[in-house]
């Protein structure tokens, strides 16, 4: 029974000893982080362009996202925003710039994920009906442990990368 007790104590021990070092490890990483990822698709901007605001849509072409609910725009600034539920919960985002077939920005409403930021989308035709798509994040990561994580494990550009996948094969990119 003794033994029991030290190896529960010794495996309790570790796990916190384990949970600190990465809490530490993520308080000393920067907080702020700016990415970009870029794709060519085969297909005019305007088609990049309709298929990205077409938010309603993304469900069908996206993994992992299971809805998207338009909501009413904020009386103060008057911007459109949507709820994004996907399988760790709901994200509200803005659309804080619109500007059709050349730049848009999606911003995080929500200040009580760990995370925030925005997505800037710029589109460029590469004038052979092509579309030359560049997304950047400009994030800010609170929570030590996702900091931790988003740093050495998947890496600030996971979810860039995956969207971009998404929508490469929903219009055929390269």
Known sequence: MKILLIAAATVVAVIAISAAFVLFIGSRLPKDHTVSRSIRINRPVSDVYRTIR????????????????????????????FRETGPHGTVTYEISEDIPNRRLVTTILDRDLGYSGSWTYAFESDGEAATNLTITENGEVTNLLFRFLSYYVFGHTATIDTYLKALSNQLGGT
Not at 54 to 80: C, F, K, M
């Open 54 to 81: 077409d938010l309603e849509n993304h469900p069908n072409w996206r993994d992992g996202v299971a809805s998207i609910e338009l909501l009413p725009p904020e009386s103060a600034n008057g911007r459109p925003r």
